[in-house]
């Protein structure tokens, strides 16, 4: 695997901490959706939000 593919893989598989603005609870979500402002489900609270 090439070291570029090798970044590539990683990244997908990468998540990072948001914090729900509905109930305010910490949640992994994807960055790959973080950076594309996708809809995020929060497990806590099942609410849908977008971080900009
Ligand atoms: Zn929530």
New binding site residues.
Partial sequence: MSYFTDVMARIKTMSTNTT?P????KSKQSITKLAKEQTMV?P??K?LFVIH
């Fill in positions: 729900c509905v109930c305010g609870k929060c806590h609270c609410s």
